[in-house]
Nanobody
């Protein structure tokens, strides 16, 4: 069982930055990702990282603005979000699938992940 705890959400103005953190309860290797869900919309994949080898994937909508990083000693995945705009407003969720790598055709699929955090709200005002 893996527990995930997100932190770092908040309210910022357009153009601002936030850094989200997702701490896992144990050490493991596999795929760890960030998803987001805006009111009335489906949950969508934002970015994912192979926790063992470091391969990263990003949605087109966040490339060049968002960056993943990790702290293996703290079992923590970070999402640095820059140049935020109101379309980034959503609840952001951390997800994990221990033992299986992220791959290009599934890292963004909700059903590909076994564990989820409770979410952290990001609100961007214009």
């Amino acid at each position: 069982q893996v527990q995930l705890v997100e932190s770092g959400g908040g309210s910022v103005q357009a153009g601002g930055s936030l850094r989200l953190a997702c701490e896992a309860s144990s050490t493991w290797y596999g795929c760890m990702g960030w998803f987001r869900q805006a009111p009335g919309k489906e949950r969508e994949g934002v970015a994912a990282l192979n926790f063992g080898i470091g391969t990263a994937y990003y949605a087109d909508s966040v490339k060049e603005r968002f960056t993943l990083s990790r702290d293996n000693a703290k079992n923590t995945l970070y999402l640095q979000m820059n140049s935020l705009n109101p379309e980034d407003t959503a609840m952001y969720y951390c997800a994990a699938r221990p033992g299986r790598a992220c791959v290009g055709d599934s890292w963004y699929r909700v059903e590909a992940y076994n564990y989820w955090g409770q979410g952290t709200q990001v609100t961007v005002s214009s």
